[in-house]
């Protein structure tokens, strides 16, 4: 009993750790309330640098909050807002450069999720500016990089230093993106103890409500003859 109890405690603990990691990853984000929806903006790949692709990355919900489940191993959106790329447009802004107009796509396996993909060559403050309809209702947000937000798109040190007219080396070239990858894969481990973190718990919740359903049969059981000697 005691050893059922306590696997289901540690499963608790487990996805609660793994949910404070997510809920870390999804801090580079903003999520804003736009009338009957939920907006979650920020870049799709995170840190971003200057000169690698990247894009939009946008989610929407029906209600106050987003609500996920775990389909198939991977954590989906439960209350998603479904083809909004139909009525909706965004654009990239950075400075005072001409706005960036995004082609809006859905994310395969991810209702409610969209992408924007472009090449931010810029370090700094990036603006999304989402805009249009959503069932009837009027779309006109702007979303900054700030502390409160998603990052600014950061600049990855070139070694050995290159001088403005010579382009960078293939050598170069192979490190700016091994270490953009590590970035990613740390983000991505993440996101898989989440997901494991969530499954472990509804699993350790699961045998600790079974194991304190038996013991209150096992006592039943027990009493019930205590009762009928004493008649």
């Not at 939009?56 to 919900?61: K, N």
């Not at 909050?65 to 950075?94: F, H, M, R």
Request: hydrophobic content about 40%; glycine content about 10%; proline content about 4%.
């Amino acid at each position: 009993m005691k050893k059922k109890l306590y696997v289901g405690v540690l499963g608790c603990l487990v996805a609660l750790c793994a949910l404070l990691l997510t809920t870390q990853s999804a801090l580079a984000h903003e999520k804003r309330h736009v009338g009957k929806y939920t907006f979650v903006v920020g870049f799709l790949d995170e840190p971003a640098y200057a000169n690698i692709k990247n894009g939009l990355d946008l989610t929407i919900c029906n209600g106050d909050a987003c609500t996920y489940t775990v389909t198939d191993g991977q954590k989906v959106v439960s209350n998603p807002v479904e083809n909004a790329e139909q009525t909706l447009k965004a654009e990239a802004i950075q400075g005072g450069a001409q706005p960036l107009p995004l082609t809006v796509e859905p994310r395969w396996a991810n209702p409610g999720k969209y992408a924007g993909y472009f090449l931010p060559t810029t370090a700094g403050a990036y603006t999304f500016h989402i805009y249009g309809t959503l069932n009837g209702q009027q779309i006109d947000e702007k979303f900054t990089s700030s502390p409160n937000g998603f990052s600014e798109v950061g600049q990855i040190t070139a070694y050995p230093a290159t001088t403005k007219n010579v382009s960078t080396s293939a050598a170069d070239t192979s490190a700016l993106a091994q270490q953009v990858k590590d970035a990613q894969n740390s983000a991505q481990v993440a996101s898989t103890l989440g997901i494991a973190g969530i499954v472990v718990g509804v699993v350790g919740m699961a045998l600790a409500a079974f194991a304190f359903t038996r013991k209150s049969r096992v006592v039943q059981a027990t009493q019930e003859p205590a009762e009928s000697l004493r008649g």
